[in-house]
């Protein structure tokens, strides 16, 4: 008896209202339709999901477009799914219930939304930090760091370097706290990464089913520590050969936590090095996807849909 294919939903919050779900993606949307292109190949039936109310529960989804020969097609009712590609960035989805067939996992999301549940994980490979819920948490961790050393105020649930401060502890003391924080070590990363980049960086490692698929570093604009894209910096990919051992070597330890721990999650590490040593600045659960033009695009997209056969098969 010939086997059903496996149903794979990517699951978007926003309702994507036009025909193609990728138009507004500009640039990448050829690397999406090339992922459905390959998961067709593999023997998969891809759909699209979206809106806040498309979820139904106990893997069930409506307002579906079905993947069919570059197209998409629109399908009547709800249809039931053996794996999915949580791309909401939401906080009701995924339920933990569900955990083993969606690629990311809720425990897991929760992790890389909060940067003081990253550093309970991930002390051992983070900047010095403390958590900040109040003006007097904040008089307390100004303390521990000398008066003429920099540091680094984050909010802690948010992204894109919005909200963040690195200044001398006198001129943060004053700072309104608005919602909870973490406090950090400023690692100066201006000496750069031989071989890589010269001056101040954010080294990006991408990571599906457990392998190491894309790599880039983001570099500030001139006068900015913040080397966000959002806040004006640029990015350059780099060969996964060039990622030097030291730092290979701190990333394999903190993939094996975090693989065990969350199953083989779809996620990227973003670091700094200073002094020869590899700091985490955060982890990122909902990555943006590489460029066409970029050399390991197709690690990337193999990836994925290895993961999602792995989930779809449970």
């Known amino acids: 008896m010939k086997e059903c294919k496996k149903k794979i939903v990517t699951y978007f919050n926003k309702k994507r209202e036009m025909a193609d779900p990728f138009f507004e993606f500009g640039e990448k949307r050829v690397v999406w339709h090339e992922l459905f292109r390959r998961a067709e190949k593999a ?23 079905k993947y069919q020969k570059e197209t998409f097609i629109p399908q009547i009712g709800e249809i039931k799914a053996d794996a999915i590609f949580d791309r909401s960035a939401s906080d009701f989805f995924p339920e933990k219930e569900i955990n083993n067939k969606v690629l990311n996992g809720r425990e897991f999301k929760d992790l890389c939304w909060d940067k003081n549940l990253t550093y309970k994980l991930l002390r051992d490979f983070m900047p010095r930090s403390f958590k900040i819920c109040n003006r007097q948490d904040l008089s307390v961790g100004l303390k521990q760091f000398d008066q003429n050393e920099l540091v680094v105020l984050k909010p802690a ?19 309104e706290l608005e919602r909870e924080y973490i406090l950090q070590e400023f690692v100066d990363t201006s000496a750069g990464i031989e071989g890589i980049t010269h001056g101040r960086h954010d080294l990006r490692i991408a990571f599906v089913n457990g392998k190491i698929v894309w790599a880039h570093v983001r570099m500030p604009k001139k006068g900015s520590y913040l080397a966000n894209v959002a806040q004006g910096g640029t990015i350059k990919e780099i060969l996964l050969k060039d990622i030097p051992s030291y730092v290979l070597n701190t990333i394999a330890s903190i993939q094996k936590k975090i693989d065990a721990k ?39 997209i193999d990836g994925i849909i290895e993961a999602l056969i792995v989930r779809s098969r449970r």
Do not use: T
């Not at 649930?157 to 700072?175: E, Q, V, W």
């Not at 985490?280 to 197709?298: A, C, L, T, W």
């Open 157 to 175: 649930k948010d992204l894109g370097g919005k909200g963040i401060h690195i200044d001398y502890p006198k001129s943060l003391a004053n700072i």
């Open 262 to 300: 969350f199953d083989k999650p779809i996620y990227s590490i973003d670091l700094g090095v200073a002094g020869g040593k590899a700091y985490v600045f955060e982890i990122n659960s909902h990555i943006g996807f590489p460029r066409v033009d970029m050399k390991n695009v197709g690690n990337f």
């Open 43 to 65: 023997g998969l039936e891809m759909y699209v999901s979206s809106g806040e109310d498309a979820y139904l529960g106990n893997y069930n989804f409506k307002n579906i477009l």
